[in-house]
């Protein structure tokens, strides 16, 4: 099996290190310095792969980020999602190049935990817990297993239901006719 190849690692001279997320061998940029906005190279042994630090901006991107939870990443092996998110990358300014992305890893790797938990922003209204039951949905939609919440129409007319069946029951218990042993009262 051939050895794994070193990847820039990408995050907030010289040396190597290990991905904060997913363990894959980094090396830090030995030009330190880096105007990127996005994917900037990390100037210290810390952060994350590329491939995670994708998966870290696309989290933090909303809509998108709810999309891609509910395909559990799958989204991203599409080519025309691949070269709109790296065109808006681009706009923002990256030390990546496209090629060094490997998308697939990335969905491979899509259910491995971050080191910092997504937080509410003013670009991202959606939590982790909220990531997570969007996945859980994508995973009932695949599995034919998913059920449109109720509207709250359909609610109250199930619980009246409810209460009408239950105080029919109750009715017809009370008002039982009593069997023979008890008519007069023996």
Known sequence: MAKPQKQLMFAAVGGECACGRCGAPCKVNPVPGSKAKWLKAAD?????????????????????????????GRTLLDPGAQRLFWDLAVMHGVDAKF?????????????????????????????????????????????????????????????????????????KESHADPSPDHRDGG
């Not at 590329?50 to 559990?72: E, G, K, W």
């Not at 919440?149 to 009715?171: C, K």
Request: charged letters at 30%; aromatic letters at 6%.
């Open 99 to 171: 090629e060094d992305v490997d998308w697939g890893a990335i969905v491979a790797k899509w259910d491995l935990p971050f080191p910092s938990k997504l937080r509410r922003s003013a670009q991202n209204p959606v939590t982790e817990e909220e990531l997570a039951m969007a996945r859980l949905e994508g995973e009932q939609r695949r599995a034919g297993t998913y059920k449109e919440p109720m509207t709250e129409e359909e609610y109250q007319a199930q619980r009246q239901a409810a209460i009408d069946e239950f105080l029919g029951v109750m009715h």
């Open 44 to 72: 210290k042994p810390k952060g994350l792969c590329i491939n995670c630090a994708v998966h870290d901006h696309v989290r933090r991107l909303y809509p998108t980020n709810l999309i891609l939870a509910q395909s559990a």
